[in-house]
């Protein structure tokens, strides 16, 4: 018998907690399950609902949508939720996002099946939720509560979560036999710019501001200040890049950052580079750490849960405070001044990546995930 999983998502659009249910659904097609895809809402990203549209017709997985309009309370949604899922036959849903949590746990309320599980992609449960009381009744609800790494794992704990019903799968990449071509210099604009270091930071450009943007820039300014000659790399887009490179216009840091944009050729661009930054205040895993790792790249990443599970400082990247540039900016120093050093982190993280966060070893704990769940409500 195949188990039916339905991973409920917000969206198709960027982002580390639909790529992994996508990623999921993809390595489970070739296995003992049927699943499928769905997304709550409406306003989806056409690039990337392409991209994950022929990947799981690749992988011969079904793509759902329930057209939710964002911000609006809807009770079609939650019966339309519910209406699919017995017509699929599901056996597990597996949301992710608070919002689809939400969705989930009140659409099958009453219902004695399927088995609700739900992933933890962050540390901002209450953030969205706002409402503690609200998570204590959901909780109930799930039968199982996935954290992608030790510092989300912690946090759920310490947010009052019960160990029994909480586990930790570690978020993992897809990697190759062997790294994409590096784009040059040329297709980026930058092949005046041949004796510069290349420095290069991926992350959105949201207003809740977790990647710490400010902070890089304000690291780079710092650098510039000290003479260093170097070019900042930033992929991403959203609502503040307008804000961000106003800032870069600004003389101490005017011809140093050039803005990539959105971009699905992250790896090639990561090839091209020469040290990976990040300033996050906040995250759930360092899915671009690991892609920076896979690369080959020396990394330096803030000291905040979910990327101190990634690196340990000093063995396979440095970890610097949040908020704090001028760290930053040292951490950077020290690799533009030990490049033998550099490499040496940069080749441990790699093997690292390279065994221990892979796409492969996530799927295979998240089907024995399912099947220990599916043998305890006997369905299996």
Known sequence: MRLSVLHLINGYHVGGDNTLACNIASGLSNKDFQPHVCAMFQDND????????????????????????????SLGVLLRLRR???????????????????????????????????????????FHFGHKAMERVLRGRFSASVAISPGVRDWALAFGLSPN???????GIQLGDSRPLPVTR?????????????????????????????????????????????????????????????????????????????????????????????????????????????AGLPVIATDIPGLDGVIQHGVDGLLVPPRAPEALAQAVERLLDDPLGAQTLARTLEQKVRTRFTLARVVEEHAALYQRLARERRIL
């Open 46 to 73: 056409p690039a990337t609902a392409s991209r994950f549209q022929a990947q799981l017709a690749l992988a011969g997985v079904d793509m759902h949508r329930l057209e939710k309009v964002r911000h609006r309370k």
């Open 84 to 126: 699919l899922v017995h017509e699929l036959g599901v056996h597990i849903i597996h949301s992710h996002g608070n919002s689809p949590d939400l969705h989930a746990a009140i659409a099958m309320a009453g219902s004695a099946s399927p088995i609700l599980i739900r992933t933890l992609h962050s540390t901002d449960f209450d």
């Open 165 to 171: 019903s909480l586990q930790i799968i570690e978020n």
């Open 186 to 294: 040329e297709s980026l604009g930058l092949e005046a710019l041949d004796d510069c270091h290349l420095l290069v930071s991926v992350g959105r450009m949201e207003e809740d501001r977790v990647k710490g943007h400010e902070y890089l820039l304000e690291a780079m300014s710092l650098l510039a200040g000290r003479g260093r000659r170097f070019h900042l790399l930033m992929v991403g887009d959203g609502a503040l890049r307008p804000q961000y490179e106003a800032r870069c216009r600004q003389p101490d840091l005017a011809g140093r950052v050039t803005f990539l944009g959105r971009r699905h050729d992250v790896a090639a661009i990561l090839g091209a580079c020469g040290i990976f930054v990040t300033a996050a205040v906040r995250e759930g895993f360092g899915l671009a750490v690991c892609e920076a790792g896979a």
